[in-house]
């Protein structure tokens, strides 16, 4: 079976479970990413922090000159220590509280990505109370579908997230003439791991729909985000181990039509941070069932939920053996019947005490871990 490559002369030292991060492919996967931007001046990127906030892996994008796109005053706290510059951070989210608001302000934030009415007169009188202009876009919903998990599509009229288009141009207005905030342009994310590109066309068909309503009438467009979602190959993470950055912003390149000189931003976190991450574990017992054959392994949901939360799948490979593959479903031993990482897998035979490594497991995994069953938290390691 193709396996990745690891150090498995030092996993053998460790305990497990932790998290392995080889920064040699995120670093390439960054120079990809520039490349792109060198052919677009007016494109900006902001790494999305939720998708794994863990410090060296933030400094090492940060470094890359990259923003971030934060969903939390946690985050945008983790962006600022760890290098990221206070103007390249956009502070998205439904539903920010007070405290969050003030700390950005105070920060110097490039961006408050707002989301309802209610929500402006807050940052406005919040920002009044300490002499300040907040920076604000209008996260906008598209009402466009991704052709992705239920539970991660986020730009339907249906979801909580962002200003119906027909309220736009009021709550455009309502933008204006609140005294503490500055109007600068329109946000949209309508999900994740989006691999057909046919979304990203739609929504570029829709915002250039939106971008000449609002000119029309005579208000101003500002710039444009078009938040994040580019999805990677899950299945050959050996073959395929960066995601498809060419399509992808050639696809807006195409399809999106500005105005000359429109600043672009986007919002990438899965894509650019996926598949550098493997989750390390170890082999506890090979049990026989009467249908089936269980490896159960060290690691469990609390480390990578994506499999219990999404259906996820991970590519498995156990690391240290080279026998014969045989089909085994791989479970954690969290008392939850969805602490499943994959049914069915055919796998290299598996021993007590062999080293399994579930790929792919950089985004949304340390990120998303619990300490459900009083777990620990995973620790982590790194290539060189
Ligand atoms: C989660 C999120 C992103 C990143 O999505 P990915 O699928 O990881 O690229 C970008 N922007 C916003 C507003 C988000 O909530």
């Known amino acids: 079976m193709l396996k990745g490559s690891f150090p498995i002369g030092r996993f053998r030292e460790l305990k497990t479970p932790f998290y392995y991060y080889d920064l040699a492919l995120l670093r390439r996967t960054l120079d990809t990413v520039r490349a792109q931007l060198d052919l677009n001046p007016e494109y900006r990127v902001h790494y999305a922090v939720k998708a794994n906030a863990n410090p060296v892996i933030l400094r090492t994008i940060a470094a890359a000159g990259l923003g971030a796109d934060c969903v939390s005053g946690g985050e945008v706290r983790a962006a600022l220590e760890n290098g990221f510059r206070p103007e390249s951070i956009f502070y998205a989210g439904v539903g920010k509280s007070d405290d969050e608001i003030r700390f950005a302000l105070q920060s110097g934030i490039g961006r408050f990505n707002a989301e309802s009415a209610a929500e402006l007169e807050v ?95 005579g208000l101003p467009l500002g710039d444009i985000n078009v938040g994040g979602g580019l999805g990677i190959n899950y299945q050959h993470p050996n073959h395929l181990d960066i995601a498809d950055f060419a399509a992808y912003f050639d696809t807006f390149r195409r399809h999106l039509k500005l105005p000359e000189g429109t600043l672009v931003h986007f919002e990438p976190g899965r894509s650019i941070v996926a598949p550098c991450g493997s989750l390390i574990s170890r082999v506890l017992y090979v049990k026989e069932g009467t249908t089936k054959r269980f490896a159960i392994i060290d690691a469990s949901m609390t480390e990578l939920i994506r499999p219990a939360l999404y259906k996820a799948y991970h590519r498995v490979e156990n690391i240290s053996s080279d026998e014969a593959e045989e089909i085994y479903d791989v479970v954690g031993p969290v008392c939850e019947s969805s602490d499943v990482f994959v049914k069915g897998a055919s796998i290299d035979r598996c021993h007590r005490g062999d080293l399994i490594a579930i790929r792919s497991a950089g985004a949304y995994g340390e990120s998303m871990a619990s300490q459900y069953n009083c777990r620990p938290l995973p620790p982590s390691c790194f290539d060189e």
């Open 123 to 217: 940052i406005n009188e919040i920002a009044g109370g300490m002499g300040r202009t907040a920076p604000v876009s209008l996260r906008v919903n598209p009402d466009i579908g991704a052709h992705t998990h239920a539970n991660i599509t986020t730009g339907l009229a249906e979801n909580k997230f962002g200003i119906n288009y027909e309220q736009l141009p009021d709550i455009l207005l309502l933008t204006q003439r609140l005294p503490n905030l500055r109007y600068c342009g329109l946000h949209f994310h309508i999900g994740s791991q989006i691999l057909d590109m046919a979304d990203f066309v739609a929504l570029c068909n829709r915002i250039n729909q939106i971008a000449e309503r609002i000119l029309r009438s």
